[in-house]
């Protein structure tokens, strides 16, 4: 079982950074492919991010390649993802899960187990 708590989102002008963070409760964070999603309002959940157990793999969607990076700290138990060059089409919850998954990082928010409850992030023109 983990817990999954995001914090950092808020409100920022476009061109401008943020960085999101999600801590995760109980012993086995270090086993999970870790991914952040979001979901803007109207919308279908989409896949932002997603990095590996080990922290040596990631994968990202093309929207966000090049401005956003996700990582891990496995001793503070925590993924971030930092954000860079925001755009309004940026404005979303964003959420951070987690999935007990083997190989290719998934993409497909119906392999994550576990979800934070999100942190708002909008971006003003």
């Known amino acids: 079982q983990v817990q999954l708590v995001e914090s950092g989102g808020g409100l920022v002008q476009a061109e401008g950074s943020l960085r999101l963070s999600c801590a995760a409760s109980?012993?086995?964070?270090?086993?999970?492919?870790m991914g952040w999603f979001r979901q803007g309002q109207g919308k279908q959940r989409e896949f932002v991010a997603a990095?590996?157990?080990?922290?040596?793999?990631?994968t990202y969607a093309d929207s966000v390649k090049g401005r956003f990076t996700i990582s891990r700290d496995s001793a503070k138990n925590t993924v971030y993802l930092q954000m860079a060059t925001l755009e309004p089409e940026d404005t979303a919850a964003y959420y951070c899960?987690?999935?007990?998954?083997?190989?290719?990082?998934?993409?497909?928010?119906?392999?994550?187990?576990?979800w934070g409850q999100g942190t708002q992030v909008t971006v003003s023109p």
């Open positions: 899960a987690a999935a007990n998954a083997f190989g290719v990082l998934p993409t497909n928010p119906n392999a994550y187990a576990y």
């Open positions: 109980g012993r086995t964070f270090s086993v999970y492919v």
């Open positions: 990095i590996s157990p080990g922290g040596a793999r990631t």
